[in-house]
């Protein structure tokens, strides 16, 4: 084997095609396509790491006319336009392509594969290898003693031999071949008539076309289907055949400005490359770039080494004291020993004040040969009373678990002017994930030091207080550089947007301590009550799987989707309504709940799951997450991850927590009040509804919420045209669908499934309410007029959610964007509502000393631990302050109920 490392052609246009239609939809946070990018770029660093020495050209098709068009008007006839989203992203891949300093090749008048054929026939006759790289399987005809086929997207490798063993002929015949039978995807006609078992007979029988020709009365005798026939069509064809064989050549003497020896890789353009997997969002390729290992060979960026200072005497500690007593601004930053807010406790303190600048006070690492520290609790007593001090301005990065850990150390923090996280969150909720690193990465084009980086992974995996000073002093500095310099670059952009910047400083950002607070608190937990119903359970879930073996009449894993796609669909039959990704039949949820309308077992087994779930998720686990020093469990709530504003939380998860079931409900039974308190449950009231009413200004709905009646009962009388009085449970319930389902974006289909109705049915339903509610069908329509134009929609406070997908190509993607469209200012007009009712009954209860608080907030709803005798004043307070969070169209109603049970008190 030769060892001059081989010329790499690349068939671009090839891989572009391929990429769109093999690769998911991908798109940036702005709604940028990136599918197609991500799969060529991919390739070609994988070409690049797999041919370090070889010059890597890269050769697309160029736009206009070839010389084939010219030949026969219908070449490639039947090829669709490039779709628009792909067109999108041939500029951004030549662009890449370019900064990765490999040669691009964009030839006038001929194909990609003329370019190739040529370059790989000039290297060829010199004896050089050539490996091309390609999907197209005309391609084979190029391959020859030197010359192979790879191709990336299936590792398959095309030598000599391997053509022949794949095709049944040698590459030297593959355009013989593509004359008889002819192409579909280029529209090239062959021989009518003649198919490609065919067209492999004739070539090893007979030979090359013109040996077919000169021999076409021994074609009737070849052991040939239908053989006779076949001669005929072949002279009647013989015309199409030629000029097929002239379609299907792949040129290798077009004239060309480059010759094999002129391909060359040349360095990457570094900044080109930061620039583009910044826009295109391709972290993992920035973040490699960034710490140089780059498979295009970029080597290290250059960068300002940052001042970053490790404080171990008092007198550096004074001096950086007195600077951050006379600071406008300072980032704060805390190690810790875990990240259980409970436990945790602080290993060490991080401060900067200007960018590129920031200093580490280790305070309790506790390895073998610790250099001398400052006394934590010393240091601690001197940082309280800046800490606490509300006129000192502090930004940090989720400032609430800093606040928390704090607390452990009986310092309440004050002063929190800023969270980037927030910052970042509210200026896109969806742009990027809001954790510090991924924000350097996308806004600062930097990638930081990971914490596994300095701690390692695993079981392994030290704790901060474990990790050497060398490590952790310039890991903990750059955090708070970091978020520092995030915030001078995400501030200025947030205040150039007057509604999102009044949703950070007015609602999210004042919500840092609530919830610290709430968090801290904690719920009570009969631990008696859960241990019960888990072995409750556990016998309801043997029986459901006693029933499932008996339905199946064998037993089986009721947890392996294998098994059971088998016993549903091979052995019971039952229709597949939907497949996986790799083809299996779905047992997915939603599956089994439209199985179950008609069969058994799926019934069985939708029971099972849920009970199941519940065991695993609550009866059992919750027990196991109470804090042995409190009593209580602690849940974390989180500000920047749902799209829309809602809180979520986790450990545990309290938003799904199910209430339409009798377990469910048990489940809120074990949350209690403490003795001599009571659980208070406070909820708005149909508030999606009412924000669709006020958004809406539709009278038939204002008018209900305003006379106080049913919404549901005065949906149904309006579309089934029945006096209220006359309202069946049956009617109500659908309009309940209806309602609920409009302000989703259910089409008519959705709402059909729901209610198992006709098509048509649920369609006329649909048509009837928007001739009655007809502001509904206004407000729609102009929302997704307004965010096809704008590219977002807002809350009724100023909040945004970008749609990216809102003018996408993709008739589902964009019909899935318009949903949002509609359903999002709804849902997150009520997360702003709710969260601005939290502050208000937060202040309340600071102010007014009332022996009550803050436990939880779920929903639409927010439940409070309550003195006994304080119920009362709780109850009305919580209803006029929660019902005053917004001043709507239409009243905001709430109710408050009380019990000894989260349950009783709902």
């Known amino acids: 084997m030769s060892k001059t490392p081989p010329i790499v052609l690349v068939d671009g246009s090839s891989y572009l095609y391929r990429a769109f239609h093999a690769l998911p939809p991908l798109n940036t946070s702005t709604g940028e396509p990136t599918g197609a990018t991500k799969g060529v770029i991919s390739m070609l660093r994988r070409l690049c790491k797999d041919y370090p020495d070889s010059p890597i050209a890269v050769v697309f098709d160029a736009k206009g006319k070839t010389f084939r068009d010219e030949l026969f008007a219908d070449y490639k006839a039947h090829r669709p336009s490039m779709p628009e989203e792909l067109r999108a992203q041939v500029e951004p891949i030549h662009a890449i392509v370019r900064a990765m300093g490999l040669p691009l090749i964009c030839e006038p008048g001929v194909e990609a594969d003329d370019v190739i054929g040529t370059l790989a026939r000039q290297a060829s006759s010199e004896g050089r290898p050539v490996v091309i790289s390609t ?4 391609m084979a005809q190029l391959v020859d003693s030197n010359t192979t086929l790879v191709n990336t997207m299936t590792d398959t490798r095309l030598d000599e031999a391997g053509v ?18 002819g192409d579909k995807v280029d529209n090239i006609p062959g021989v009518p008539g003649v198919g490609e078992k065919t067209a492999l007979a004739l070539l090893q029988e007979l030979g090359g076309l013109d040996e077919i020709y000169a021999n076409l009365e021994r074609v009737a005798t070849l052991g040939i289907r239908g053989a006779k026939a076949v001669a005929s069509k072949l002279e009647a064809g013989k015309d199409s055949a030629y000029l097929s064989y002239q379609l299907a050549t792949i040129k290798t003497d077009v004239p060309l400005h480059e010759s094999p020896d002129d391909l060359r890789n040349g360095e990457p353009d570094i900044a080109a490359l930061r620039d583009w997997y910044t826009q295109l969002e ?8 960034l710490a140089g290992e780059d498979p295009a060979g970029a080597p290290d960026m250059p960068a300002d080494d ?6 171990t005497e008092q007198a550096d500690l004074e001096r950086w004291l007195a600077r951050l007593e006379v600071a406008e601004l300072f980032a704060f930053d805390t190690e810790t020993t875990s990240l259980n807010y409970m436990e945790a406790q602080i290993v060490g303190v991080s401060f900067a004040l200007v960018p590129g600048e920031a200093a580490y006070v280790p305070l309790a690492h506790d390895y073998l040969g610790v250099p001398e520290q400052l006394d934590r609790d010393a240091v601690l007593a001197q940082l309280k009373p800046l800490l606490e001090n509300e006129t000192r301005a502090k930004v940090g990065q989720n400032l609430k678990y800093d606040a928390s850990v704090l607390a452990n150390h009986d310092i309440i923090l004050r002063g929190i002017r800023h969270d980037t996280m927030l910052e970042s969150y509210v200026l896109n ?9 991924s924000l350097a990465l996308k806004y600062l084009g930097r990638k930081t030091t990971h914490f596994a980086d300095i701690a390692g992974k695993g079981a392994k995996q030290l704790t901060f207080n474990q990790i050497k000073l060398e490590d952790a002093g310039p890991y903990a500095a750059e955090d708070a550089d970091i978020t520092l310099c995030l915030h001078q670059l995400l501030w200025p952009r947030l205040q150039a947007m007057p509604g999102p910047s009044s949703v950070y400083t007015d609602i999210e950002l004042p919500l840092v301590p609530v919830l610290s607070r709430i968090e801290r608190t904690g719920a009570l937990l009969s631990m008696d009550l859960l241990h019960s119903q888990s072995l409750e359970l556990e016998s309801r879930l043997k029986t459901l799987e006693a029933e499932a073996h008996e339905l199946a009449g064998q037993p089986f894993n009721l947890g392996s989707p294998k098994q059971l796609g088998e016993i549903l669909f091979e052995k019971l039959e039952l229709p597949i309504l939907r497949k996986t990704p790799k ?3 779905s047992t997915a949820e939603e599956v089994l709940a439209e199985l179950a309308l008609d069969y058994p077992l799926p019934k069985v087994l939708q029971e099972y799951r849920g009970l199941s779930k519940l065991k695993s998720t609550y009866t059992d686990k919750l027990p196991e ?17 749902t799209a829309t504003g809602r809180l979520s939380s986790s450990d545990p998860n309290l938003q799904n927590i199910p209430i339409r079931t009798l377990e469910g409900r048990r489940i809120r039974q074990a949350f209690i009040a403490a003795p001599g308190y009571c659980i208070v449950a406070a909820d708005y009231s149909q508030i999606e509804l009412r924000i669709m009413a006020h958004l809406s200004s539709d009278e038939g709905l204002l008018r209900a919420f305003r006379d106080g009646l049913d919404v549901h009962q005065a949906t149904a009388a309006e579309v089934f045209g029945v006096g209220l009085e006359s309202v069946s449970p049956e009617q109500r319930r659908r309009a309940k669908a209806i309602n609920f389902g409009l302000i989703y974006g259910m089409s008519a289909f959705g709402l059909a499934r729901q209610l198992q109705l006709g098509r048509k049915e649920a369609q006329e339903y649909i048509e009837r309410y928007f001739e009655r509610y007809p502001g509904v069908q206004t407000y729609m329509d102009n929302t997704r007029a307004s965010a096809r134009e704008q590219g977002y929609v807002e809350t009724l406070f100023g909040r945004r959610l970008y749609l990216p997908e809102i003018n996408a190509s993709n008739k589902m993607r964009a019909q899935a964007a318009e949903r949002t469209a509609i359903n999002a200012p709804m849902q997150g007009t009520a997360a702003d509502i709710i969260k601005k009712a939290m502050l208000t009954v937060d202040h309340w209860l600071q102010e007014s000393g009332v022996d009550a608080r803050m436990i939880m907030q779920v929903h639409d709803e927010l439940v409070l631990e309550v003195a006994e005798d304080s119920v009362p004043e709780v109850c009305s307070t919580l209803c006029e302050l929660m019902s005053g969070a917004a001043e709507l169209a239409v009243p905001l109603l709430v109710e408050a109920g009380s019990g000894k049970n989260w349950d009783e008190a709902h």
């Open 583 to 585: 083809g299996a039949a």
């Open 429 to 437: 909720s969806i742009a990027t994930r809001h954790d510090m690193d």
């Open 135 to 138: 999907g197209d399987k005309d």
């Open 625 to 641: 997450m109470v804090n042995p020093r409190t009593g209580r469990i602690h849940t974390s709530y989180h500000q920047a991850i």
């Open 282 to 289: 391709f972290r993992a390729w920035l973040e490699e770039l």
């Open 164 to 181: 022949l063993e794949r095709f049944g002929i040698p590459p030297q015949r593959i355009i013989d071949f593509l004359a008889l039978m």
């Open 306 to 311: 940052p001042a970053y200072e490790i404080i």
